[in-house]
């Protein structure tokens, strides 16, 4: 049993992760953004 890896195989894998690292990271920006609005009120 062989597999046959390409350049495209290679392209997406790369592409789809670094899809899933971007939207991790904008929802911990969101997560933040969210508490300091948070904190924001409490303060006012």
């Not at 390409?6 to 789809?16: A, F, Q, S, W, Y």
């Not at 899933?20 to 609005?37: A, F, G, N, P, R």
Request: glycine fraction near 2%; hydrophobic fraction near 25%.
């Amino acid at each position: 049993m062989g597999f046959e890896v390409d350049n495209n195989d290679i392209d997406e894998l790369v592409e789809e992760h670094s899809q899933e690292l971007t939207t991790k990271e904008l929802m911990e920006l969101h997560y933040v953004s969210q508490q300091e609005s948070c904190e924001r009120e409490y303060r006012y």
